[in-house]
């Protein structure tokens, strides 16, 4: 079936780096992407989102990049921060159809301090 | 603005047993999603209701799992009987229309022993 994954299981990064999460995605139908931040204990936490017809938006201190000619779609963190160690997942959407949306396994960012 | 409530945190059960897990959404959402992430997996669609009727449930993994939203106000999930594999965290999310990011619950921990 029709599915995003990532590349990354677990992220390691020195804090003050910048972190960058990578997600493919197989269903080229999908117009809407969404960035999600699970802490422990806490439900997923919109960050960012991206429609199809733009390839990069930014945010405080992140910018998403969809690249639709290999289906791939990044989160950047810049400075990344401790209190940015979570489980990241990306998701894509339909809009046109069922508003289902479909995740990725997660990536853990782990902020060294 | 309240956001969504799930009720209970954490549920441990026996084999055999039932179980009902309940979400209140955000005042005024009429669309209502469950997702289920189990064994560390990724998040995955249940079903979805626009007030009290059901959208979409082809998420819905067996009849075991029966979800109701009377009224198109509070929301339950009920699994009955629960076996092994169901347990995981499930989370509910809300929104006001259906083409936007919703808000999720911090989720129901389930463990089936």
């Known amino acids: 079936g029709e599915s995003v994954g990532l590349h990354l299981p677990t992220l390691s990064v020195q804090e003050g780096d910048n972190s960058i999460i990578n997600c493919a995605y197989s269903?080229?139908?999908?117009?809407?992407f969404i960035w999600y931040k699970q802490e422990s204990g806490k439900g997923p936490q919109f960050i960012i989102d991206?429609?199809?017809?733009?390839d990069k938006r930014q945010g405080q201190r992140v910018t998403v990049l969809l690249n639709k000619t290999v289906k791939h779609l990044s989160l950047q963190i810049a400075a990344t921060q401790p209190g940015d160690s979570a489980v990241y997942f990306c998701?894509?959407?339909?809009?046109?159809?069922?508003?289902?949306?479909?995740f990725g396994s997660g990536t853990r960012l782990l902020v060294r301090p | 603005e309240a956001g969504v409530t799930q009720f209970p945190s954490h549920s441990v059960i026996e084999k055999g047993q039932t179980v009902t897990l309940r979400c209140d959404p955000i005042?005024?959402?009429?669309?209502l999603y469950w997702y289920r992430r189990v064994m560390g997996k990724e998040i995955k669609f249940l079903l979805h209701?626009?007030?009290?009727?059901?959208?979409?449930e082809s998420g819905m993994p067996n009849n075991r799992f029966l979800a109701e939203r009377t009224g198109g106000t509070y929301s339950t999930l009920k699994v009955q009987p629960a076996e092994l594999e169901d347990s995981g965290v499930y989370f509910c999310?809300?929104?006001?229309?259906?083409?936007?990011?919703?808000?999720f619950g911090s989720g129901t921990r389930l463990t089936v022993v």
């Open positions: 269903n080229s139908a999908s117009d809407y």
């Open positions: 998701a894509e959407n339909m809009q046109d159809s069922s508003y289902k949306l479909i």
């Open positions: 999310a809300s929104s006001h229309k259906s083409n936007y990011g919703y808000t």
């Open positions: 991206i429609r199809s017809n733009m």
């Open positions: 209701f626009v007030k009290e009727s059901k959208q979409d």
């Open positions: 005042s005024g959402h009429d669309n």
